[in-house]
């Protein structure tokens, strides 16, 4: 039987980033984008080493601080801040990476070790067999909530708990995932398909599992609520 875990959000003392996050970029390697990208991943993972230091299965959390005049409500995506950084520190005891935006001057990270927590109350679980790079696995993951429904407007707080095989990236499973909850979180446009008004989630938890009996398949569970607070 295929488990899915859920993670508390790591616990401790938190340190404030020398550099501003960076959004993932996938310009060419000379754009000044991925060079600031590098160099703020470079100055992170320096200020992180000390913490590295953690065994077993660990957790990160990246808290973005955005300017008070900035929509909180409106891109800057927690997924695309959370995948370039949580792609450099990633090994195979990764398990839990939370993400969120606030209207705070700073921002920090923490690496923690993962403590497992109850999954949420409602859930929606769906098993997908198809690449995470096809169409397919949109349809599969939307059709498991295409009768939820909509979280009103206002910021959102999203978990995703994944179980994998052995040979799946969990990380590059975050976006298509999110790509296909258009109804529960709307979409920006009514003609713009895979296009959810993501930039409402101010609160992400990803977890991930393993189970070599799934093979190429993915199980992943989705769950939404309104956020306490902005």
Not at 95 to 114: F, G, I, Q, Y
Not at 161 to 166: A, C, E, M, N, R
Not at 174 to 182: G, M, S, V, Y
Not at 185 to 203: A, F, K, S, Y
Request: aromatic residues 6%; glycine residues 6%.
């Amino acid at each position: 039987m295929t488990v899915t875990r859920w993670y508390a959000r790591p616990q401790g003392q938190v340190l404030n980033l020398r550099k501003r996050p960076r959004l993932a970029s996938w310009n060419k390697a000379t754009d000044p984008d991925q060079l600031r990208l590098r160099e703020y991943l470079n100055d992170t993972a320096e200020l992180l080493a000390p913490s590295m230091v953690v065994t077993g299965p660990w957790a990160l959390l990246l808290e973005v601080g955005l300017p008070a005049g900035r929509d909180l409500l409106d891109a800057a995506d927690l997924d695309n801040y959370a995948f370039p950084l949580a792609a450099r520190l990633r090994n195979a005891e990764l398990v839990s990476v939370w993400c969120a935006k606030r209207h705070v001057e700073t921002s920090c990270v923490l690496v923690a070790p993962a403590h497992e927590t109850p999954g949420p109350g409602t859930t929606y679980t769906v098993r997908t067999t198809a690449s995470a790079q096809s169409k397919a696995y949109k349809e599969q993951v939307r059709a498991a909530v295409r009768h939820a429904a909509q979280i009103p407007d206002g910021a959102v707080h999203l978990q995703l708990s994944f179980v994998v095989g052995p040979h799946r990236n969990w990380l590059t499973l975050w976006k298509p995932t999110i790509d296909a909850l258009e109804p529960l979180l709307g979409r920006t446009r009514p003609d713009r398909e895979w296009h959810p008004r993501d930039g409402r989630i101010t609160d992400l938890g990803l977890h991930v599992a393993g189970d070599p009996s799934l093979g190429h398949d993915v199980v992943v569970s989705i769950a939404a609520e309104p956020a306490r607070s902005t």
